[in-house]
């Protein structure tokens, strides 16, 4: 279990470094992309809906290399397996507790991913 918490940190502190660089928020974007990567079945969903987040703030020309590096650097850390062990359930979690509490209680992202970095 050790293995799979140094490795799904690998490429969290990867992640945010990432999009400390493009100047994104990594509280929100990192989370979402963190999803992205758990929970979608294949290759093909992983990179459409990796596509949609990143186009909410680059532009074309970098999109598909930004795309391409976050994957390339997911395979890299290790299988999905070893992180959603460690990660994939805590965020499915946070997600469906959010959407169980009323409107005005709802956590936002930032607030989830907050959650999360205290609990590891």
Request: aromatic residues 6%.
């Amino acid at each position: 279990m050790a293995a799979a918490n140094q490795i799904a940190g690998e490429f969290e502190n990867w992640l945010n470094e990432r999009l400390d660089s493009l100047e994104v928020d990594r509280e929100v974007y990192g989370a979402y992309i963190l999803g992205v990567l758990q929970e979608e079945e294949n290759d093909e969903e992983q990179k459409d809906a990796l596509r949609g987040i990143l186009s909410a703030f680059l532009d074309e020309d970098s999109l598909e290399e930004v795309c391409q590096q976050i994957l390339k650097q997911w395979a890299e850390c290790g299988s999905r397996s070893a992180v959603k062990g460690t990660h994939g359930k805590s965020i499915t979690q946070y997600m469906e507790r959010a959407q169980r509490q009323p409107k005005d209680e709802k956590h936002n992202c930032q607030s989830v991913g907050e959650e999360m970095r205290d609990r590891d």
